[in-house]
């Protein structure tokens, strides 16, 4: 992941960026790192991750504003060729409807891509492709026992799903995703390359958005989403928790080192 300072508040416009680079369901209950595949190896190699006072010290946050912009998805242009040439958008319609019935991926409305307890209208994705990649996404993380508490808590605090656009301050940095409380809304690229992990690591955020951002909040929230990833989809750990939280930290020297994050998980029922 390539460095990128974000600046927050503790109001911040911009609670996270995230630089480029299936067990049944569970309701809302306690769930702990342990629990969740963390070895009690794992869970000590932390270490100073979860002693933000060892391993910071004091500090304060810095009183910086992101200004953000709307973002809006461009809708899939379906293919027709001579078609649509000559009907117009009868053309367009038969490219998508050729698409989606080759690819069931195109259809946003296929039944194993929606989650049923997540309201369709909470993604705002244009995109049918994206759309259905993104319901997948969420379906996936709904079923995992952190990420359903993590993504339960974001649609209670308002917040929607889009693929899109995550540069919402216009700085042009390449980046996989973004939390936008002014916006309720978490934007993850579609060119992200961990689209799961980068989805999982912004519920973190929109999870607990009361409490800014921190490089501790971050790494940890890379640490869970690797870890919701991993269940998941299947998929191998990049390296060790701590390997994973010190890669991620070091991308925002401008983040105040620590903030409330152990306190805010712990009071969705998450033990760390």
Excluded at 189 to 199: M, V, Y
Aim: aromatic share 4%; charged share 10%; hydrophobic share 40%.
């Amino acid at each position: 992941m390539l460095p990128l300072a974000t600046q927050l508040v503790n109001t911040p416009q911009i609670a996270s960026m995230t630089p480029t680079a299936a067990p049944p369901a569970v309701p809302m209950a306690a769930a702990s790192l342990t629990q969740a595949g963390m070895t009690s190896g794992a869970l000590s190699s932390l270490g100073p991750l979860l002693n933000p006072v060892s391993l910071f010290g004091s500090t304060s946050i810095p009183n910086n504003i992101a200004s953000t912009t709307a973002f809006t998805a461009s809708p899939l242009t379906g293919g027709g060729g001579g078609i649509s040439q000559a009907f117009g958008g009868l053309g367009q319609m038969l490219g998508l409807m050729a698409n989606t019935m080759m690819n069931p991926l195109a259809n946003p409305n296929t039944p194993s891509n929606i989650p049923s307890n997540i309201p369709a209208n909470l993604n705002t994705t244009a995109d049918p492709v994206q759309r259905a990649r993104l319901d997948q996404a969420l379906a996936k993380i709904s079923q995992d026992p952190e990420g359903s508490i993590l993504l339960q808590t974001a649609i209670n605090n308002g917040f929607t799903f889009e693929v899109g656009n995550p540069d919402v301050d216009g700085t042009g940095e390449d980046i996989n995703g973004a939390t936008v409380p002014t916006q309720n809304k978490i934007i993850i690229s579609p060119n992200a390359p961990e689209f799961d992990k980068t989805l999982a690591h912004e519920l973190v955020h929109a999870a607990t958005e009361n409490d800014g951002d921190s490089q501790q909040e971050e790494g940890l929230a890379d640490v869970f989403g690797y870890h919701i990833a991993s269940r998941v989809n299947g998929t191998p750990l990049p390296g060790s928790d701590a390997d994973i939280f010190n890669n991620k930290i070091k991308n925002y020297p401008d983040l105040p080192p620590t903030n409330d994050i152990l306190n805010s998980l712990r009071s969705l029922g998450i033990a760390v």
